[in-house]
């Protein structure tokens, strides 16, 4: 299996354009999370998927920022519109059977917001 | 609310010493914890993990041990190696610390 897959590795956008970023969790894993890594709040759990449907979305900034797991084998987190201080590390990670357990992550998506 | 917290962000120790990584948390039913390290431009990775009903777990190098009684937990890497040299998180209940960089200087 060749892991999480995640892209783009970087995306440069513009304040207030849409930003779409992919993942494709490891074939048979029931659970997918999104994190964001920042310098100051280290990695943040933004949203935890499993069978495809969201349990915890608690960590979701604000309106801004949606996710979708439309199969168990693609999941999108957007950001629209996107602003500088969105600019971070996005990574999304799957497991086998749920949030308590090792998970394996994705190369990660380095957005910078400009 | 940071239920996990890492509060020393940087560590340096010699090659061939311990290196001891330290984590707290706050929430008392978190009932199983883990240790992923994570080098530049790549996701983390696990390393070890404990249950609640253990108070030590060992892996070659890696050893973590759990206080429940005081919510805190330790990774201790003995002999410490150069290639060790990276970002390290706890984490529980898909909550994870901000993470200790560790150097291991040759």
């Known amino acids: 299996d060749a892991g999480v897959i995640q892209s783009p590795r970087h995306e440069v956008t513009e304040m207030g354009q849409e930003v779409t970023l992919r993942c494709k969790p490891i074939?048979?894993?029931?659970?997918l999370f999104w994190y964001r890594q920042t310098m100051m709040r280290g990695l943040e759990l933004l949203i935890y998927f499993n069978n495809n449907v969201p349990i915890d979305d608690s960590g979701m900034p604000e309106d801004r920022f949606s996710a979708k797991m439309p199969n168990a084998s693609f999941s999108t987190l957007k950001i629209q519109p996107s602003e500088p201080r969105d600019s971070a590390v996005y990574f999304c990670a799957s497991s086998p059977t749920g949030g308590n357990t090792e998970a394996f992550f994705g190369q990660g998506t380095r957005l910078t917001v400009v | 609310d940071q239920q996990v917290k890492q509060n020393s962000p940087s560590l340096s120790v010699q090659e061939g010493r311990i290196s001891i990584l330290n984590c707290d948390y706050t929430n008392s039913m978190f009932d199983y914890f883990l240790w992923y390290k994570k080098y530049p431009a790549e996701g983390p990775t696990f390393l070890i993990s404990i249950s609640s009903i253990k108070d030590k777990n060992e892996d070659g190098r890696f050893t973590v041990f759990l206080n429940k009684s005081a919510k805190h937990l330790s990774l201790h890497i003995v002999p410490s190696q150069p290639g060790d040299s990276a970002v390290y998180f706890c984490?529980?209940?898909?909550?994870f610390g901000a993470g200790t960089r560790l150097t291991v200087k040759p």
């Open positions: 074939s048979g894993h029931n659970s």
């Open positions: 984490a529980a209940d898909m909550r």
